[in-house]
T-cell receptor
Framework: DAGVIQSPRHEVTEMGQEVTLRCKPI?????LFWYRQTMMRGLELLIY????????DSGMPEDRFSAKMPNASFSTLKIQPSEPRDSAVYFC?????????????FGPGTRLTVL | GESVGLHLPTLSVQEGDNSIINCAYS??????FIWYKQESGKGPQFIID?????DKRQGQRVTVLLNKTVKHLSLQIAATQPGDSAVYFC???????????FGAGTRLTVKP
């Protein structure tokens, strides 16, 4: 298994531009998570999906952020318009929530720099 | 670089020594806990988990201890190796729930 796949690995963009981050979860997993990691705030949960349905988006910073999961094998996190304070590493993780055990498998992350 | 941010607790140990990383959790309703390891440039990686009906669980070279009375979790690494150098996070949630909350992390440095 290739694990959780994220693309791109690095993204540099200018303020005001739209940014789309992509994630392919591990096949068979039923939950997908988007996290943001910064020096200032550590690892923050932005949103998670169960069976492709968004369950909790309370961590999404503001309306500029949106996430979709059109099918079980793909999710996107979009920032429009992007701002310098969005610069961070964005992680996608997936898990198979079964029998209560919730081991999340993380992707390698996308390092976003907004100039 | 940033001049203000999280000041991660740090632990520096000599290669071969045992390491103990501590974590205080906040939610008394939490009943499931995980330790993750994050190496530089990588995503967090699962190490070991424990449910609240246990107070100790052992893996390969790692042991997790849970003290529910004081809401404290620890990770013990035996015979620490240079490859153990990383940031270690504890995470908590309630069993069968997806809302996992991560601590700030502890940076472990292993000196050869």
């Amino acid at each position: 298994d290739a694990g959780v796949i994220q693309s791109p690995r690095h993204e540099v963009t200018e303020m005001g531009q739209e940014v789309t981050l992509r994630c392919k979860p591990i096949s068979g997993h039923n939950s997908l998570f988007w996290y943001r990691q910064t020096m200032m705030r550590g690892l923050e949960l932005l949103i998670y999906f169960n069976n492709n349905v968004p369950i909790d988006d309370s961590g999404m910073p503001e309306d500029r952020f949106s996430a979709k999961m059109p099918n079980a094998s793909f999710s996107t996190l979009k920032i429009q318009p992007s701002e310098p304070r969005d610069s961070a590493v964005y992680f996608c993780a997936s898990s198979l929530l079964i029998g209560g055990k919730n081991e999340q498998f993380f992707g390698p992350g996308t390092r976003l720099t907004v100039l | 670089g940033e001049s203000v941010g999280l000041h991660l607790p740090t632990l520096s140990v000599q290669e071969g020594d045992n390491s103990i990383i501590n974590c205080a959790y906040s939610n008394s309703a939490s009943d499931y806990f995980i330790w993750y390891k994050q190496e530089s440039g990588k995503g967090p990686q699962f190490i070991i988990d424990i449910r609240s009906n246990m107070d100790k669980r052992q893996g390969q070279r790692v042991t997790v201890l849970l003290n529910k009375t004081v809401k404290h979790l620890s990770l013990q690494i035996a015979a620490t190796q240079p490859g153990d150098s990383a940031v270690y996070f504890c995470a908590e949630n309630t069993y069968n729930n997806n809302d996992m909350r991560f601590g700030a992390g502890t940076r472990l440095t292993v000196k050869p």
